[in-house]
Nanobody
């Protein structure tokens, strides 16, 4: 059974940084596209970033470009989200997603596996 477990969330001041981690267990990591979504209170879950299993292709939403960086470590079967210059509007529960099953990377329905999420709060 595939499991994704996120960690690294917390409270940070505007302009600060956080690094989220997502560990995969239960399946081979290589070949899996991995991604991050987020869901703010009262809003739908939205795409943030993703990277293919080969690491050759990366997608970012406009709000993440230049501030967030996704990376993956095949040896540790983990994917990371480095978030810099955080803003209050980045406050959300961040979810790790695994195994992209269609070309629509931005759609939640395209991802087979999900973690339970980690809370990120950006506030002074």
């Amino acid at each position: 059974q595939v499991q994704l477990v996120e960690s690294g969330g917390g409270l940070v001041q505007p302009g600060g940084s956080l690094r989220l981690s997502c560990a995969l267990s239960g399946r081979t990591f290589s070949g899996y596209a991995m991604g991050w979504f987020r869901q703010a209170p009262g809003k739908e879950r939205e795409f943030v970033t993703a990277k293919t299993g080969t690491g050759l292709t990366t997608w970012y939403t406009d709000s993440a470009k230049g501030r967030f960086t996704i990376s993956r470590d095949s040896a540790k079967k983990a994917v990371y989200l480095q978030m810099n210059s955080l803003k209050p509007e980045d406050t959300a529960v961040y979810y790790c997603a695994g195994d992209l099953t269609s070309d629509t990377v931005y759609a939640t329905s395209s991802w087979q596996y999900w973690g339970r999420g980690t809370q990120v709060t950006v506030s002074s």
